[in-house]
């Protein structure tokens, strides 16, 4: 029987409001699809379509959207990219 692995999810990627629009996004993002090959999955606002956007340039897809995700009540597109999705 073979195991599957799971995916790695990105938990959270902020930039200080300071340091937006330099590239930092890209360069986090970057690093942590290099750590391995294995599936990367994360979830994002459906309203932030900067964070959508750089999520798609990725090679994201939009598996879901999850509603009442956020403590505010806001709804949160469930992202995946598996590793054959790489750029």
Same mark, same amino acid.
């Given at each position: 029987?073979? +195991? $599957?692995?799971?995916?790695?999810?990105?938990? +959270?990627?902020?930039? @200080?409001?300071?340091?937006?629009?330099?590239?930092?996004?890209?360069? *986090?993002?970057?690093? %942590? *699809?290099?750590?391995?090959?294995?599936?990367?999955?994360?979830? +994002?606002?459906? /309203? @932030?379509?900067?964070?959508? @956007?750089?999520?798609?340039? !990725?090679? %994201? $897809?939009? *598996?879901?959207? /999850?509603?009442? !995700?956020?403590?505010?009540?806001?709804?949160? !597109? %469930?992202?995946?990219?598996?590793? /054959?999705?790489?750029?």
């Amino acid at each position: 029987v073979q +195991t $599957c692995a799971l995916p790695i999810y990105l938990y +959270t990627l902020l930039i @200080n409001s300071k340091h937006r629009g330099k590239g930092y996004s890209k360069l *986090l993002l970057k690093h %942590f *699809l290099d750590v391995n090959d294995r599936d990367k999955t994360l979830h +994002t606002n459906t /309203e @932030n379509i900067a964070a959508i @956007n750089l999520y798609s340039s !990725f090679g %994201f $897809c939009i *598996l879901q959207r /999850e509603l009442n !995700f956020y403590e505010d009540g806001s709804d949160a !597109f %469930f992202m995946k990219r598996t590793h /054959e999705n790489t750029i």
